[in-house]
């Protein structure tokens, strides 16, 4: 032991590896052919010919002489093939009878006792196997309805089962006879069982008849008829109503109230008086309710309890209309009513029971809440003109917030800390609750009270996104608060926070170094960080956090993260840009695409090999301000679809031409089915060194000239409704297109198995021709059947083209009640102008779906500016807003819309005969008010724009404000970068307008409208009489006065030119070896601007043959901010580019390529020569080649690491008066492994020899041997 004790005796143990076991075998469960490969895999490597001598095999009582299955039949054999790649290679075995099996006979495997493994010597002491059957006569063996035993009510799927799988490829559903008819019959095969399935009629009795012909998967068929019996039982009793236990009568149907029942041959209904202050108590009630055993007693007094007789015929669907009169007397009030069945439910299946908060009310209410109030608009019901002189008040808030309504319906209440939950409306002896959510679990929720706050909003940035490990990262940053209120704006950091700390974690999350900075007169911090060189690569974070009080007062924004990229790369010497002709595109026409390649330097890519892949896949447009419209194929949100089809992929070759082009002309052939078509044209420009760049042209093609939209109110419907479609057709820039011939084509449909897979394909196809004209067309079809429908609409141009679009509608396949909500229908919204400026009128165009309509125009902005009123007698007004600086960079514009609209019977068809409905409707626009107020004219330009390389210039910086005049005291950061570093990852500094300015939402709180929660009455219910009630109780009142037809929402108050490279020879001068170099030539991160608005900086150029991109961004201590660019160009008339691997290792022989660029107009011939330090130059330093005019050439230079550290290469070469010289160095790295022994022994006295053998095959240049003793063998460990 460790401590020195001795085990006094020997401790031994024996344990064994097991036998051979089974795993898996085939075949079973299903009848099997009478030549099947039986199948069986083990969990060890076996001897297939020594496992086969002790398998018995046995049909019925016979036995069966057996062999093993050649290559070619288990190739051939799908299932075993597939088998045997799952059980790895040695581990199965695969044989057949010599004779064919006994048919429909039990086939019995036994597999051992004795079978030996191929790992070991231990055999099987117990026998294993199974069993199967062979195929006999293709016969029916059961029929069964449903799940349990008796039971078969209506839609419940038959299932017959067969002795044989069906042959799914050759099976057709018209072998298939129902007596009597089985409406929306399907039919479907799945192995031995057929299921079927339709709208079957409870209590029937039907007869499935299975033709002669029907064909098992062995070629067998019935032989004759075969018939099976299916008793239909009664349908599962049931009891519903519409709405989500919040409702609003209908005022024109009476105090009338619909439920839905089903084999319920009388109802028990109970009401019970309540008001706005039994809210609370009603939710808790319905949580207390929601399942079928707890029966507590809901809120409010007793004011009408009896029991209905039900008369219906049995399984069918029942509507009772319950007579409410006694329980709301004058027609109006506020009831819970609750309806159970007179007798229990025999079952314990979904609840049977309706609880439902019921108003009967001519009052239309509407909340609007912001931060600090709510506003409250008081309307009509039937018609949505506005009621004036209404108490509305908030309950409950611990406060009075009471207020009456205008002229014009509105008023606004103050909102307290306490959550209000409910909205409540008096008029006369009317009254009427809006609650703020009518869910049951949100209690303690609802309007109050939000108090302004102020967030830090954070600018950061990096110098080029991605770097090697051991470089230096340089951050620079800017922090302002930001008002998050209705009129919250960008403000000065001022004492909020005085510094920054960070920490750096690298991609697995270790922290690599930690410091601060503090922050400047600004609001600035900058910091520099030294990456370890053995750090980790991957994404790495930055977490920075301000020295701002911790508190709801910052909503966590003092803490920010930054990220960049740690990872080995070579850097790219040439840029690649790829561009499509101007379009738009059509199918039959074509497009030419251009790749542009360019040395960061200067100088094209000449003869360059060019690789193109064109790819083509479906693509979507939707033109301009019609997307209410659908165009195109239509995907439901709630589906994920994995259908997408594979590109169509092209590839061609070619190169570049004298400026380094390449053309390539697409022709645009046809598309099938026609719809737009996104095409990628991909080029791949490889220089002479084999350094390779892509680049991207995007194209989207349009079928043809013209787009059809489609759209449709409800996506769903109930059977035997009509389903409406309305269709437009429009240009590409949407406006409408006139006198165009539109086919519509409505299709349901059903999941069929064709050729052994699953497809749906289309029945009951129904037609439909249109016009095309200024506004959409309708459509109709008819729906005689549930499930989904396709409607596709097809347009032609004038040249003959083809465009279609899809939508898909659903049609419930049962009989459900009636659809008698009334939904929420869209405005619509259009502004005169894409952006605007503070002091301009914004003109916005309303176009509304019914008309007239009262309306509430409010301005928003994280909660609400302010409200106005208009009435629109028309179907379009325009509006008018004034726009304000405060409001930058975006307000938020919605209409609310309330009125009435025409009726529709319970079939979805409009009836003039019936009164009108109610009616609500909302739009949204989001105006944006760009900050050019806010918007510095940062410039930055070098006096030279281009240098040799480690050449010096001076950047000449002037900052302007967004009225062009200098800003003094301004503060700006200047970086210079390699462009080819920054290409990488395409890097840009983020705009920090886009930062500090970004957009605000809406609001704060989701609007409440009481007439989302009306069910309209029965058609046959609803009568004038209602209409002249509300006259008679002067809710038909006029609004005068109060209503402008538009609304106004009044205001608050060159640089120098650069030199140009020299072109002339000058005197021969030494060259001059360029070692340097860097990514980054400057990072100047706090320069001041002088009383002119101007700044200055001297940039040094690293030694790179590169593109510097020079980067500013610039602010004020205030909310003005912006940002400049441009380059300078690091060249030479002669350039020698070494590019060396990344690393060697020792004893590697490569080649160093070396590319010559000549950047004269004149043919060089250049001398070329290479020293190097820890390598040798196998075949010589030196080479002379011919370089042509404006081109390039590439030397190789064979090369062998000599031993590990570091390998440099200085590569010079002239030509007459122009010379270029470059150094490099790459590691390289030891071949070495780490090999341990350990031995242990005994010394009783002196000493002992071991002898120590070293390995074979080693490098004795590197490398050593280290002895360790130890007086325990557990050191080891």
């Not at 749906?760 to 729906?783: I, M, N």
């Not at 400057?1082 to 043959?1105: E, I, N, Y």
Request: aromatic share 6%; with cysteine; proline share 8%.
């Amino acid at each position: 032991s460790a401590t020195g004790g001795v085990l006094q005796s020997p401790v031994r143990w024996t344990f064994t590896t097991p036998p051979p076991g089974i795993t898996t075998s085939h075949p079973k469960d299903e009848p099997a052919r009478r030549d099947t490969l039986m199948f069986a895999a083990f969990d060890q490597d076996v001897d297939p010919q020594a496992v086969l001598e002790t398998i018995v095999v046995r049909a019925g009582q016979a036995p069966v002489r057996a062999r093993l299955a050649t290559a070619e039949e288990v190739k051939a054999d799908d299932v075993v093939s597939r088998r045997t790649a799952e059980a790895g290679e040695g581990r199965w075995i695969a044989f057949r009878a010599v004779e064919p099996l006994l048919a429909d006979s039990r086939v019995a495997v036994t597999v051992g006792p004795g079978t030996q493994s191929a790992e070991g010597p231990r055999r099987t002491e117990k026998p294993q196997g199974w069993s199967f059957r062979t195929y006999g006569p293709l016969r029916v063996t059961e029929h069964q309805c449903g799940w349990r035993k008796g039971e078969c009510p209506p839609f419940t799927p038959w299932q017959i089962a067969f002795s044989n799988p069906i042959d799914a490829k050759a099976f057709r559903k018209e072998r298939v006879r129902v007596v009597p008819e089985l409406p929306a019959l399907k039919v479907d095969v799945y192995g031995q069982r057929m299921v079927v399935s339709g709208r079957a009629t409870g209590r029937t009795a039907y007869r499935v008849t299975l033709a002669a012909e029907l064909q098992d998967a062995f070629g067998q068929t019935l032989g004759q008829d075969e018939a099976v019996d299916f008793q239909v039982t009664a349908a599962p009793q049931s009891l519903t109503a519409a709405g989500n236990g919040f409702v609003v009568l209908d005022p024109a149907a009476g105090p009338r109230f619909s439920v839905y029942s089903v084999n319920h041959d009388a109802l028990k209904v109970r009401a019970y008086a309540v008001g706005p202050s039994d809210w609370p108590a009603f939710q808790k009630h319905m949580q207390l309710s929601w399942n079928n055993t707890a029966r507590p007693e809901p809120p409010g007094r007793l004011v009408l309890s009896k029991t209905v007789p039900v008369s219906a015929r049995p399984d069918e669907l029942t509507e009772m209309r319950l007579d409410l009169s006694p329980a709301l007397p004058g027609g109006h009030g506020q009831i819970i009513l609750v309806v159970d069945p007179a007798v229990p439910p025999k079952d314990s299946g979904p609840r049977q029971r309706v609880i439902t908060w019921l108003q009967a009310t001519r009052i239309g209410l509407d909340a609007f809440a912001g931060t600090r109030s709510l506003t409250a608009w008081a309307s009509s019901l039937a018609d949505g003109r506005p009621l004036p002189g209404a108490l509305v008040e908030l309950q409950p808030a611990g406060v009075v917030l009471k207020g009456t309504t205008g002229a014009d319906g509105l008023a606004v209440l103050p909102l307290a800390s306490q959550p209000s939950g409910v909205l409540v409306a008096r008029l006369g002896d009317d009254l009427a609750i809006l609650p703020d959510t009518v869910s049951w679990w949100s209690n303690g929720s609802g309007w109050k009270r939000g108090e302004p706050r102020d967030d830090l909003r954070w600018y950061v940035f990096d110098d080029r996104k991605m770097y090697r490990p051991g470089e230096e990262v340089r951050i620079k940053g800017w922090i302002r608060r930001v008002g998050c209120g209705e009129e919250g704006d960008v403000k000065p950091l001022a004492d909020a926070a005085q510094a920054v700390a960070y920490a750096l974690r690298d991609s697995r999350g270790n922290e690599v170094a930690r410091g601060s900075a503090r922050l400047n007169a600004w609001g600035a911090f900058d910091l520099g960080v030294k990456l370890p060189p053995t750090m980790n690569l991957g994404h790495t974070q930055v977490k920075l956090v301000a020295d701002a009080t911790p508190g709801p007062a910052w909503n966590q924004s003092r803490e920010h993260e930054h990220g960049f990229e740690v990872q080995e790369f070579r850097r790219p010497e040439f840029e690649v840009t790829a561009e499509a002709a101007a379009g738009p595109y059509f199918v039959g026409g074509s497009a030419d695409a251009t790749v542009t390649a360019a040395y960061y330097a200067g100088g094209a890519l000449t003869g360059a090999d060019v690789t193109w892949r064109v790819a083509a896949t479906p693509g979507s447009f939707t033109p301009p301000n019609r997307d209410d419209f659908t165009f195109g194929e239509w995907t439901p949100w709630w589906e994920t679809r994995f259908d997408g089809e594979p590109p169509r992929v092209e590839t061609f070759q070619g190169r570049t031409d004298p400026a380094g082009k390449h053309h390539l002309r697409m022709d645009f052939i046809a598309v099938d089915p026609p719809r737009a078509t996104s095409v990628q044209a991909e080029a791949t420009v490889t220089d002479v060194n084999r350094q390779a760049w892509t680049a991207t042209a995007s194209l989207l093609v349009h079928p043809a000239a013209v787009y059809v939209g489609l759209k449709s109110d409800r996506l769903f419907v109930q059977r035997g409704q009509a389903l409406r479609v309305q269709a437009i057709v429009t240009d590409l820039d949407g406006q409408a297109v006139t006198g165009r011939p539109v086919s519509l084509r409505a299709e349901r449909l059903e999941w069929e198995r064709q050729d052994g897979e699953w497809k749906e394909a289309p029945v009951d196809g129904q037609d439909c021709a249109l016009q095309s004209a200024g506004e959409a067309g309708e459509c109709r079809f008819e729906t005689k059947e549930g499930g989904p429908y396709r409607v596709t609409a097809t347009v032609t141009d004038d040249r003959g083209r083809r465009n279609q679009s899809r939508l898909r509608l659903w049609v419930a396949g049962g009989t459900l009640p009636p659809s008698r909500e009334v939904e929420q229908e869209k405005v619509t919204l259009i502004p005169d102008k894409k952006e605007y400026a503070a002091g301009e009128t914004a003109e916005v165009l309303v176009l509304a779906p019914f008309t007239p309509a009262e309306g509430v125009l409010s301005l928003r902005r994280a909660g609400i500016l302010r409200t106005e009123r208009f009435r629109m007698s028309g179907s379009s007004e325009t509006l008018r807003v004034r726009i304000e600086e405060g409001w930058t960079p975006n307000v938020h514009v919605q209409v609310d819309l309330v009125g009435s609209a025409p009726r529709t019977t319970d079939a979805g068809l409009p009836d003039p005969a019936l009164p009108t409905r109610p009616a609500f409707a909302t739009g949204t626009l989001n105006l944006s008010v760009p900050p050019k107020q806010r918007t510095l004219g940062l410039s930055v330009t070098p006096r030279d724009k281009a240098l040799e390389p480690g050449g010096k210039t001076v950047l000449d910086v002037t900052l302007r404000d967004g009225a062009g005049q200098a800003v003094a005291g301004g503060e700006i950061a200047v970086v210079v970068v390699d462009e080819a570093i920054l290409s990488l990852t395409g890097y840009r500094l983020p705009d920090p307008l886009q930062v500090f300015y970004a957009q605000r939402q809406s609001s704060v709180h989701a609007d409440s409208h009481l007439r989302a929660a009306v069910i309209l009455g029965r058609p046959q219910d609803v009568t004038t009489e209602m209409e002249d009630k509300l006259a008679a109780l002067g809710y038909a009142g006029r609004l005068s006065g109060a209503v402008a037809e538009s609304v106004m929402v009044q205001a608050m108050p060159a640089a120098p030119a650069a030199k140009a490279m020299r072109a002339r020879a000058e005197p021969p001068q030494p060259i001059r070896t360029r070692i340097d170099f860097n990514a980054l030539a400057l990072f100047a991160a706090s320069l001041p601007t002088d009383a002119m608005g101007r700044a200055q900086v001297v940039v040094k150029l690293p030694d790179s043959l590169t593109r510097y991109r020079v980067m500013a961004v610039a602010a004020t201590t205030g909310n003005a901010f912006g940002s400049g660019e441009s380059t300078i160009t690091a060249r030479l008339p002669l350039m020698v580019r070494p590019s060396p691997p990344r690393f060697l290792n020792f004893g590697d022989r490569f080649e160093l390529p070396v590319v010559v660029q000549n950047q004269t107009d004149t043919p060089l011939s250049v001398a070329v020569a290479v020293r190097s330090s820890n390598a040798d130059l196998v075949a010589g330093p030196g080479r002379r080649v011919h370089v042509p005019a404006n081109d390039r050439v590439e030397i190789r230079f064979p090369a062998a690491a000599k031993s590990a550290g570091t390998a440099r290469f200085q590569v010079g070469a002239v030509s007459g008066a122009w010379a270029d010289a470059s150094e490099v160095q790459l590691p390289v790295w030891t071949p070495a492994t780490t090999e341990a022994f350990a031995t242990y022994g005994q010394i009783d006295q002196g000493a002992i020899a071991q002898p120590v053998k070293a390995p074979p095959d080693v490098v004795p240049e590197f490398g050593g041997l280290e002895v360790t003793t130890s007086s325990t063998a557990l050191q080891a460990l």
